[in-house]
């Protein structure tokens, strides 16, 4: 696998990469972050760096690199150190995460007469990157690479679809979408004192946006509804991108919130459903900037239901679909505070509900990793001629894809009117008092190891510093294909 960051913090890469392991292959990740070095053995020799069953190399080039090469040659030593990487390796499956590793993966399957498996995280020709010349290169090298691919796998139906049309696939890609890491069944345990950080008591109802607050992810609209919520908390979960926090604590101060909104560093991945289980209420609202939104199925809605925290999320198709099929939250256009605000106050009433509690469990139990998984592990057996051996191996039991995925209706629960799901807009207002107490037997978490979302590590720049922890996701150039990316 190539990764164009470290897999340490990356749960989807993770995810991936420890399941295919289990199912007994033999898993590499090259990543373009210095990897931890491994223990020295008796005989003198150091035993190679493993995480989750997946073995990790680091493929950045010396540090004097950065400092002394000009910087398209800096570039061209990162696509130069990826593909000596492979050839190291000398892999069968050559797996490309992101079109930032396209290229390196091209040149190493073809070296290495390898099969190339694309793994798309986003519709990345619909992110509005800073840069042209790059978003002119990630279209060139799509268009050039996704058609010659023995795989391609991606996020969503939406972002399938699309891939399957623009690149003229003879099959539809392979739908592996961020679930937690949780098995069917399992529940988060244990306390991760959020509420003791925010100094807010347990009946006191809390909204939660996790993950990094960044432009166009609908913060400041989430801002200005809780400023008409009185006596709502709002907690921010996770390292703002580089200059938003500024904006964002502007945003509060004008409002006077300072005492009941607060932004929190992010939190390791093993603790991030412990916090996550202490909200009332998560938050998603990807404003409809641009297609790839539009088709997003981001992590946080997929933590948010398996820690039971009910779901406010942005109107958009992939997104709504899937909170209307399982019944588990409201929906609101992302750009309007006073729908937004509708839905809060709804969901936060609505939080004691038994027949919601049961729903959210419901959905929990099937958007699983243990379920998830099976849809990798089957088509890597295909590509080696295994067939459902690895699947076995796994101990898991036959997967039954979800309604929404099938575009079928869900038998066991159509969302009546005013229950979750309803979409909030413009016109809904309501003037609902929010409960007083918090529902006593609120879920307590603990995550599992292998990634649940979160926080991206800090990569060194170019002259070797420590970097943010969160990439720009939006109005900023990608990860570069040949430049140490600071997150994602």
């Known amino acids: 696998m190539l990764l164009h960051k470290s897999v340490e913090f990356d749960s989807r890469v993770r995810r991936e990469a420890s399941a295919l392991a289990r199912a007994g292959h033999e898993v590499t990740v090259l990543e373009l972050a210095r990897v931890p070095v491994g223990a020295r053995q008796d005989d003198g020799t150091v035993r190679p760096t493993r995480l989750d069953g997946f073995e990790r190399r680091s493929v950045l080039p010396p540090a004097w690199l950065r400092r002394h090469l000009p910087f398209h040659l800096y570039r061209a030593a990162f696509l130069w150190s990826f593909v000596n990487g492979i050839k190291r390796v000398r892999p069968e499956i050559v797996h490309a995460h992101d079109a930032a590793m396209l290229l390196p993966g091209l040149i190493g399957a073809r070296l290495m007469g390898a099969r190339l498996v694309y793994d798309s995280h986003e519709l990345a020709t619909s992110v509005p990157y800073r840069e042209r010349a790059w978003a002119m290169f990630v279209e060139a090298i799509e268009r050039l690479v996704v058609s010659r691919c023995a795989a391609v796998i991606t996020v969503s139906d939406g972002i399938a679809e699309r891939l399957r049309e623009r690149y003229r696939l003879p099959v539809m890609p392979c739908v592996v979408r961020n679930v ?14 959020l509420r003791e950080r925010l100094g807010v008591t347990p009946d006191t109802p809390l909204v939660l946006h996790q993950g990094a607050p960044a432009a166009a992810r609908g913060c400041e609209v989430l801002i200005e509804a809780v400023a008409t919520l009185p006596g709502v908390q709002l907690a921010f979960l996770g390292d703002p991108e580089p200059g938003y926090g500024a904006v964002l604590q502007a945003r509060i101060d004008k409002l006077g919130l300072q005492g009941r909104v607060r932004m929190l560093p992010s939190v390791p991945l093993e603790n991030l459903l412990a916090h996550t289980a202490e909200a009332d209420v998560g938050v998603t609202l990807l404003q409809d900037t641009c297609l790839n939104h539009r088709l997003a199925l981001p992590n946080k809605l997929f933590e948010y239901i398996a820690a039971e925290v009910p779901v406010v999320a942005a109107a958009l198709p992939e997104t709504q679909r899937l909170v209307e099929s399982y019944g588990v939250g409201w929906c609101a256009r992302p750009d309007d505070p006073a729908a937004v605000a509708g839905a809060l106050r709804v969901a936060l009433q609505g939080r004691p509900d038994p027949g919601l509690r049961e729903r959210l469990q419901r959905a929990a139990d099937e958007l699983c990793w243990e379920r998830e998984q099976l849809r990798l ?6 590509l080696s001629g295994a067939g459902m051996r690895q699947a076995s191996a796994l101990g898991a039991h036959e997967h039954k894809a979800v309604g929404a995925q099938e575009g079928q209706a869900r038998e066991w629960f159509v969302p009546p009117p ?6 909030w807009q413009k016109s809904d207002r309501l003037d609902l008092q929010i409960p007083s107490q918090r529902c006593a037997d609120l879920a307590q978490a ?21 970097g943010s922890k969160h990439a720009p996701h939006l ?14």
């Open 377 to 382: 592990v089957e088509l890597y057996g295909r």
């Open 475 to 488: 109005q900023q150039s990608p990860p570069d294909l040949l430049v140490p990316a600071d997150g994602g």
């Open 446 to 466: 603990n995550q599992a190891s292998v990634g649940v979302g979160g926080p991206d590590a800090g990569l060194p720049d170019r002259d070797g510093t420590a």
């Open 418 to 423: 005013g229950a979750p799901g309803e979409s």
């Open 180 to 193: 937690s890491a949780l098995s069917a069944g399992e529940r988060p345990t244990g306390h991760a004192g």
